[in-house]
């Protein structure tokens, strides 16, 4: 009770500061990141939104999910201050960040319902020689009664671990030179036609010394009926038409883009293209339909940046399963 009376009282927005300050009373800011926010009307204000998206997605929940939903905030709150305070890009640019992809969070959280998807982190901040180096990875948890999300938290767990090795430099990344190293790692939830369904669209972005830095967004569509991840085979109805009209579909949005903005033709190539919309990780569903996301050198130059084509849900129903986890 006494972490969910400490959240409560840093989110429960008082009328002497509601109009331009934070959720929080300034006057009591004791740490560099409320201080900043106290500082920043824009920060403020988007205090005051996520603090308003806590409460009424708080008053919805029965009293498991409230108290776990307590406990995520009270932990996003302090991967907050820990991630933003080491940020390479200064903490204003970090929290305006953060706090968009909290309100955005919380309030996918508010159209489902049970499991609750709480919110991990691990950051770490160091130097080895002469190169300085930061991680600060999010990923997500889901916690619920109505399917075994073990083996799929595993996976986030682990990835999340594997990207933080990745972004730890060793005695072979030349640490006699001066070098800056940082990755950063962010989701958000989306909801996907029907109830059965969430999509964690993971996005992630990183430097190690090379000519230029790499991210990507890569989606994960959960059944929530049976806990596990779904690739575009469990989705559409089986055999091969659902690809070849996939194929069609996008090779013609990409001739379109590459109009303006050039890419690779020979990834339109029906083979190629066919591989590409093989990976599960470029389905990208959300309430209206499908995002089908390209990432930097996958059809495209890095110098073009990621290509996206956009599906509405209708063009998709006759390509479903009829008992899938997205509904005809």
Not at 74 to 83: D, K, T
Not at 103 to 120: K, M, N, Q, V
Not at 234 to 252: K, N
Request: some cysteine.
């Amino acid at each position: 009770m006494r972490l969910v009376a400490a959240v409560l009282s840093l989110l429960v927005v008082s009328p002497a500061f509601a109009q331009s300050g934070p959720s929080f009373d300034c006057a009591k800011a004791d740490n560099a990141i409320d201080r900043t926010i106290c500082k920043e009307p824009e920060l403020a204000k988007a205090d005051r939104e996520m603090a308003a998206v806590y409460g009424a997605l708080l008053g919805k929940l029965n009293a498991v999910a409230k108290d776990e939903l307590v406990k995520d905030q009270a932990g996003w709150i302090a991967g907050r201050n820990q991630g933003c305070k080491i940020d390479p890009q200064g903490p204003v640019s970090c929290l305006k960040s953060r706090y968009a992809l909290r309100i955005a969070t919380l309030r996918a959280y508010g159209d489902g319902s049970y499991p609750f998807i709480s919110e991990h982190s691990l950051i770490k901040a160091g130097k080895l020689g002469a190169i300085a180096w930061s991680y600060d990875i999010s990923y997500p948890r889901f916690d619920g009664t109505t399917a075994d999300f073990s083996a799929l938290n595993a996976r986030f767990s682990d990835e999340a671990k594997k990207a933080a090795s990745n972004a730890t430099p060793n005695a072979d990344a030349g640490p006699e030179r001066k070098q800056e190293w940082t990755y950063s790692q962010s989701f958000g939830v989306k909801r996907a036609p029907g109830r059965n369904t969430a999509t964690v669209a993971m996005t992630f972005w990183g430097y190690s010394g090379g000519a230029h830095g790499y991210g990507a967004t890569h989606c994960t569509l959960v059944d929530l009926r049976t806990g596990k991840a779904v690739g575009p085979q469990g989705v559409f109805a089986p055999g091969e038409q659902w690809l070849r009209a996939m194929s069609q579909l996008v090779s013609a949005d990409l001739k379109k883009q590459f109009v303006d903005k050039p890419g690779f033709d020979e990834a339109l190539e029906p083979a190629k293209l066919a591989k590409l919309l093989s990976d599960a990780g470029r389905y990208c569903w959300t309430a209206d339909g499908l995002d089908v996301i390209f990432n930097a050198y996958d059809v495209g130059p890095y110098s073009s940046g990621p290509y996206d084509v956009e599906i509405a849900y209708d063009r998709l129903k006759p390509l479903l399963r009829p008992d899938g986890p997205i509904a005809r």
